[in-house]
């Protein structure tokens, strides 16, 4: 694996935990509250951290330009809003195994939070929708992924990549979530051979989703999971 790659890694984890720093530096010099501190300097960071990444990932995007057998803007067009679909659906089929199945309860506790900060700063969503999946594609399709699927085989590497994809996001319990949204963005990377149709995808993704619990009250998301729960059960 190229060095810049390590780099890379370690900007994305250097990100994660410089919000702490940031959140204190934005409540130290401006009159905001905790929560508006600690949006402003997740932005801030995940913004910085996408500047860096971007750097060091020149080469690779030189590179990218000038690859012939990947696809052709028609196809970069058309699989990303293929690929929204598919990681959509697939999401939904792990979400009914999840609960009918297995019995974990529906809803994500990452997703309400990032709702949670949305709706008290809408400029948060810059997060979920533009930095994140950027980040996360290079970082475990790109890398993790690309890296692994060279040693092992598609499914190892797509599964061992979604596996890292849920523990960075901090909820193991929806592996299975994260596991065929990894599946069907890892397909897309192979099938087109360019990253930014997984980066695409994921962003629609994210934007479809943040979209549609926006304008919904929290209460009302809760009573909704709770009834789909019971008819699933049923």
Do not use: C
């Amino acid at each position: 694996m190229p060095k810049r790659y390590w780099w890379v890694i370690i900007s994305y984890i250097i990100t994660q935990f410089s919000v702490i720093l940031t959140g204190s530096i934005v409540y130290s010099a401006f009159p905001v509250s905790k929560l508006e501190a600690s949006i402003y300097g997740g932005v801030i960071s995940f913004l910085l951290g996408l500047i860096v990444v971007l750097l060091l990932m020149r080469p690779d995007m030189k590179q990218g330009l000038q690859q012939r057998d990947g696809a052709s803007i028609w196809g970069i067009i058309t699989w990303s809003i293929l690929g929204t679909f598919m990681a959509i659906f697939s999401q939904g089929i792990a979400n009914f195994i999840q609960i009918a199945l297995l019995g974990i309860a529906p809803g994500s506790e990452n997703t309400q939070g990032i709702m949670t900060m949305a709706r008290a700063i809408p400029l948060f969503v810059i997060i979920p929708v533009l930095t994140a999946p950027v980040l996360e594609e290079i970082i475990f399709r790109k890398i993790i992924f690309g890296t692994l699927y060279k040693r092992t085989n598609f499914f190892i590497a797509a599964l061992i990549s979604a596996a890292l994809f849920a523990i960075i996001h901090g909820e193991p319990q929806h592996i299975l979530v994260y596991g065929t949204m990894g599946l069907v963005f890892a397909y897309l990377y192979v099938k087109t051979k360019r990253i930014i149709v997984p980066i695409f995808a994921h962003m629609a993704m994210n934007g479809i989703v943040v979209i549609a619990q926006y304008n919904l009250d929290p209460a009302e998301i809760e009573k909704q999971l709770n009834e789909l729960q019971t008819v699933l059960l049923l």
